[in-house]
T-cell receptor
C-alpha cells in the first residue's frame, strides 16, 4: 500500500524539450515534498522541494508544482539535457518536530534525454 | 562527493554468514538513517538515529542489527540473512530531526547479494 506513487516507470524526452515527471500521494498529512535524482552506482541527491503552503517552487531549469486538492505534484525540467538522464524519486514528509525527516519515497521514474 | 561514504560497495554473503555494513558522514550531521531498496520497490526506511539514539525502527527483522557509536558512524550488522534480503542498502544523514523537514544526504549504497 504505497502512499507515494510514481506511475510512470520511465520517460523518454528529446534534448531541449520539457520533461514532466509526476507523483501522486494518498496521505493528507504530508506537508513537505522533495525530488531526488539518482545516477547509477550513486546515492540519491536532493534536487528541489516544496512546502504544502506553496503551489510552485522554481530553481533554474527545475520547477515543482503542487496540487494539494488532487494530491499530485510534478517536476518540470526545461530545457532537458542529456545529463538529466537519471532516476527521479518523489518523496514526502508529514513534518512535525520529531518526525520531520521521515520520508516516504515513490518507486522512481527513469528519465532518458536523447541528444 | 556527497560527504557520506559506505563500505563495502558490494557484498556477497551466504545465509549463515555474519557481516557488517559501515557508513560514515563527514558533514557534521546528527541524524543518520538506513534505507533498503529492493528491486522495483521504493526506498524503505529501516532505522533512524538522532544524536546516537535510535528513534525509529520500521518493523525491521532482528537479523538486521544497527549500531551508532557516534554521530558520524553508523553500522548495520547482518546475520542469518535470507535471499530476499538482497538489495541496495543506502545510508543517509541530515542535520537533525527536529524543526521540520530537512534534506538528507545519501551515500552511494552497498549492493548486497545473499546466496
Amino acid at each position: 500500500d504505497q502512499q507515494v506513487k510514481q506511475n510512470s516507470p520511465s520517460l523518454s524526452v528529446q534534448e531541449g524539450r520539457i520533461s514532466i515527471l509526476n507523483c501522486d500521494y494518498t496521505n493528507s498529512m504530508f506537508d513537505y515534498f522533495l525530488w531526488y535524482k539518482k545516477y547509477p552506482a550513486e546515492g540519491p541527491t536532493f534536487l528541489i522541494s516544496i512546502s504544502s503552503i506553496k503551489d510552485k517552487n522554481e530553481d533554474g531549469r527545475f520547477t515543482v508544482f503542487l496540487n494539494k486538492s488532487a494530491k499530485h505534484l510534478s517536476l518540470h525540467i526545461v530545457p532537458s539535457q542529456p545529463g538529466d538522464s537519471a532516476v527521479y524519486f518523489c518523496a514526502a514528509s508529514a513534518g512535525g518536530n520529531n518526525a520531520g525527516n521521515m520520508l516516504t519515497f515513490g518507486g522512481g521514474t527513469r528519465l532518458m534525454v536523447k541528444p | 562527493e556527497t560527504g557520506v561514504t559506505q563500505t563495502p560497495r558490494h557484498l556477497v554473503m551466504g545465509m549463515t554468514n555474519k557481516k557488517s555494513l559501515k557508513c560514515e558522514q563527514h558533514l557534521g550531521h546528527n541524524a543518520m538513517y538506513w534505507y533498503k531498496q529492493s528491486a522495483k520497490k521504493p526506498l524503505e526506511l529501516m532505522f533512524v538515529y538522532n544524536f546516537k539514539e535510535q528513534t525509529e525502527n520500521n518493523s525491521v527483522p532482528s537479523r538486521f542489527s544497527p549500531e551508532c557509536p557516534n554521530s558520524s558512524h553508523l553500522f548495520l550488522h547482518l546475520h542469518t540473512l535470507q535471499p530476499e534480503d538482497s538489495a541496495l542498502y543506502l545510508c543517509a544523514s541530515s542535520f537533525s530531526l527536529a524543526g521540520g523537514p530537512d534534506t538528507q544526504y545519501f551515500g552511494p549504497g552497498t549492493r548486497l547479494t545473499v546466496l
